[in-house]
């Protein structure tokens, strides 16, 4: 069965950092592209960062280039977003999800940006 397990948001003042994680299980984790996606209160999902299967090619959403930093460890089954500089707009509940034509999500992890 396919999970995927988030972790690391929480409350963070403006110009902060977090590290967000993302577990996978149920899956050969190596052989999928991941993404991190974002939704905010009364706003679609959108995806915010991209990374190939084998941890190369990483690609942004333009809100958060230069600010974000997507990685991977294949090694752990956990795919990353470091999250720098963050500003009120990046407020959401963040997941993970395999790139492909599959529907799984996590239960996501709320990131609130604050003062």
């Known amino acids: 069965q396919v999970q995927l397990v988030e972790s690391g948001g929480g409350l963070v003042q403006p110009g902060g950092s977090l590290r967000l994680s993302c577990a996978g299980s149920?899956?050969?984790?190596?052989?999928?592209?991941m993404g991190w996606y974002r939704q905010a209160p009364g706003k679609e999902r959108e995806l915010v960062a991209a990374?190939?299967?084998?941890?190369?090619?990483?690609n942004y959403a333009d809100s958060v280039k230069g600010r974000f930093t997507i990685s991977r460890d294949n090694a752990k089954n956990t795919v990353y977003l470091q999250m720098n500089n963050l500003k009120p707009d990046d407020t959401a509940m963040y997941y993970c999800?395999?790139?492909?034509?599959?529907?799984?999500w996590g239960q996501g992890t709320q990131v609130t940006v604050s003062s």
């Open positions: 999800k395999r790139l492909d034509y599959t529907n799984y």
């Open positions: 149920g899956f050969i984790f190596s052989h999928y592209a």
């Open positions: 990374i190939s299967n084998t941890g190369g090619s990483p």
